[in-house]
């Protein structure tokens, strides 16, 4: 590779690559791409089932037959209670089905917008 190639940087010419083989090399296998969006589905699931768990204790709560007080006052008042009443692992409770739910569909979504990607891009020839 000479210096007036304009496709090359010295970076590059260390490394003995191209821009061709550069872009080869940020191909994704659909094995990674599975992982990825597996990945996005857990995290995702965990991220979110504390919040799903405590608006769910919120939307079911009723008086209390003694004093006429709700349990709780708002989300974190929730959140706070269930930690110290359950623990914190209570927090997820009924993971595996929220995560074939929720978990499942992050990943199919990330899957088809990846097709998705593919056609648009093969249909506008680029």
Known sequence: ??????????????????????????????????????????????????????????????????????PYSGMLDALVKVVRAEGALALWKGFPPYFLRSGGHTVFMFLFKEQYTKMYKSARGT
């Open 1 to 70: 590779m000479d210096g007036g190639d304009s496709n090359t940087c010295p970076l590059r010419e260390q490394l003995g690559t191209n821009v061709a083989s550069a872009k080869v090399s940020a191909e994704i296998s659909e094995g990674a791409r599975l992982g990825e969006a597996f990945a996005s589905g857990l995290i995702y699931c965990t991220a979110s089932l504390p919040l799903d768990i405590t608006k769910t204790r919120i939307q079911n709560m009723k008086p209390d037959p003694a004093t006429g007080q709700m």
